[in-house]
């Protein structure tokens, strides 16, 4: 299962680029969505990594992903801004955005 969080926000991006994330449900900045590592999902994630973090989400990250939502009827998480801060024009490993592997699900309890 791959975790893609949404770190930037609307403004100034391509018109292809916002409908690619409003079709990963990822319409809000710091919202997350948990998906299969499709051959059609990783395209839509390559397309957007400029955007994102995104990387394996382990099973006790997952747990308490679902414990902290309130309505389980939703697809997607909303998330606080991390505790400690990040860097949002930076990619992985000085940043956030791109392909975090394992280090999302710090991200991740940091957001909790």
Known sequence: MIAIIRIHG?????????????????????????????????GMINKVRNQVAFGEIKEDTLKKLEEKRKTKIK???????????IETKKHFPKGVLGDNKEKINDLILRML
């Open 10 to 42: 609307r403004v100034g991006l391509d018109k292809k680029i916002v409908d690619t994330l409003d079709r990963l449900k990822l319409r809000k900045k710091y919202s997350c969505v948990i998906l299969e590592p499709t051959k059609e999902n990783m």
């Open 75 to 85: 697809n997607f998480f909303r998330l606080h801004p991390p505790r400690g801060g």
